[in-house]
């Protein structure tokens, strides 16, 4: 396996030659587990008509089985199939004329050129038409648990993605309003040997399954959910953009002795290949900071929301993010305890389609290490806040899995798409846990970047309250680890 630096893809080295790879790796199932095949296969087209909001039209099926088929037809769509081989040698004039949708069925990965095929069928889907992609990931929880021994493993499949990767090659190739669900397929003690069966150097590593079926016969086909060693993905095919634009949304609230000079720096910072909008969003300020923000209403650059009262920094985002145009979204504070002159870094990796999801952190090793809250008129209180910082990081990363340093950054970088789906209801400093606790279980991996900060204390205007907000805090790490993550998925 190999590595590609610039999009993140992993890639069978050497490439075999066409004759080595088998047309079909997922034979007609056998019978004994047909209830199984047919379940699973209801659900994936159930899944597609709910995104798609309708269940009739040309259905293209790229390396699907038989039984996704009937499934497809039973529910009223007229159906086109191709195997892997057939698509990538078929030109688009050969194709339905009015494609609505499309399922690429473990095809993706065995596909000579991924991208290539996602823009072939870009082009022929109908504006708006949409795609489903399954396909193991190398970030599932299957994959993580076996390791090497990950079945998915073997020379039928020349790449392999994570989700952030698939999602970039997706975007790129003009697709966009990504739902992310695991794939944990419905299974049975038969249906694991089948499946098995088809790959005998995963069977060498469960040979203890053989002595499960003859230990409870009576339990061969009960039914239960596997760990998912594949990710479905349902995006809709797009217009692509002439030129990417970014959103700054900036929260204001009693920030007056800092707006000005905080805005005159934004709006005269420039980065290449990107347009630049700011959001700002005012909270009824009571030290004339909403005069301040007036006075660049008419500003090309600068949209405005005027909130009726101050509600939280939380519902002051949200706003801004019901705004936002951008394909990438940045959180700025009203304040200068962050360089505007590091978002050229931030934005890099996903300029260059390499991560989806970015933050700043004040604490990565490098350029400057750990950057300590300091504050020379409350020295005990820097020394309180710094201990919450190691407390709550702790705890996030142990309930999450993760390995963070800073997920309380305000500097969040990320693709809009990314947010599709999701729905917030945090209107303080709590909103910070919740949009990167549901961006990680959407399968979206952070990448940190370290950034220049100077933390100003409590005197100096820092609202973060000492007793209030840490009990918020606790609040969403305990709720959002296991509420549901799509509370009311969008057909349009």
């Not at 095949?37 to 038989?66: D, R």
């Not at 970039?168 to 966009?176: D, P, Q, T």
């Not at 990448?447 to 205007?461: D, K, Q």
Request: charged share 25%.
């Amino acid at each position: 396996m190999c590595g590609c630096r610039d999009c993140g893809l992993l890639f069978l080295n050497p490439q075999p030659g066409l004759d080595a790879i088998p047309e079909d790796p997922h034979p007609l199932e056998p019978s004994a587990s047909t209830d199984v095949y047919e379940a699973n296969a209801a659900e994936k087209i159930q899944e597609l008509i709910s995104y798609l909001g309708l269940s009739t039209g040309t259905l293209l099926l790229v390396g699907a089985t038989g039984h996704l088929a009937a499934e497809a037809k039973k529910a009223g769509f007229q159906i086109t199939t191709f195997s892997v081989r057939e698509f990538e040698s078929t030109s688009k004039l050969e194709f339905p004329t009015e494609v609505q949708a499309c399922i690429l069925f473990c095809a993706l990965e065995r596909m000579r050129d991924p991208l290539s095929a996602l823009h072939k069928l870009h082009n022929v889907l109908e504006p708006g038409g949409s795609l489903m992609v399954v396909a193991p990931t190398t970030d599932s929880k299957a994959a993580r648990l076996l390791r090497t021994s990950w079945w998915e493993f073997n020379r039928t499949n020349l790449f392999y993605f994570s989700v952030d990767s698939l999602q970039n090659l997706l975007i790129r190739a003009g697709f966009g309003d990504p739902i992310v669900v695991p794939d944990r397929s419905l299974a049975s003690v038969n249906y694991l040997r089948e499946r098995l069966s088809m790959t005998p150097r995963a069977l060498e590593h469960f040979r203890w399954l053989r002595r499960l079926i003859s230990l409870t016969p009576i339990f061969r086909n009960k039914t239960f959910r596997l760990s998912h060693g594949k990710t479905r993905l349902l995006v809709r095919s797009k217009n692509q953009p002439l030129q990417q634009r970014l959103s700054v949304i900036v929260p204001v609230y009693n920030e007056a002795a800092t707006f000005v000079s905080l805005i005159e720096q934004l709006l005269q910072k420039t980065i290449e290949g990107l347009e630049i909008e700011v959001i700002l969003v005012e909270s009824n300020s009571s030290d004339g900071s909403r005069d301040l923000v007036l006075q660049y209403k008419n500003h090309p650059r600068v949209r405005l929301i005027l909130e009726q009262s101050p509600k939280g920094k939380g519902h002051a985002v949200r706003n801004g993010l019901k705004a936002a145009t951008g394909d990438i979204v940045l959180f700025q504070d009203a304040d200068l305890e962050y360089d505007i002159d590091d978002y050229d870094a931030l934005v890099a990796p996903l300029l260059r389609f390499q991560n989806n999801f970015v933050l700043g952190s004040r604490h990565s090793v490098g350029r400057g290490g750990w950057k300590i809250r300091q504050f020379s008129d409350s020295p005990g209180l820097a020394a309180f806040f710094n201990f919450g910082h190691i407390l709550f990081l702790t705890m996030f990363n142990v309930l999450y899995s993760q390995r963070l340093t800073d997920p309380f950054t305000m500097f969040k970088v990320f693709r809009r798409e990314c947010l599709y789906g999701l729905d917030f209801e945090c209107n303080r400093f709590d909103f910070d846990y919740e949009i990167v606790i549901k961006l990680l279980r959407k399968g979206y991996k952070p990448l940190e970047l370290p950034v220049n900060y100077r933390s100003r204390s409590l005197s100096e205007g820092k609202k973060v309250t000492v007793f209030r907000d840490p009990l918020t805090w606790i609040r969403a790490l305990v709720k959002f680890r296991n509420t549901p993550l799509y509370s009311a998925r969008q057909s349009h």
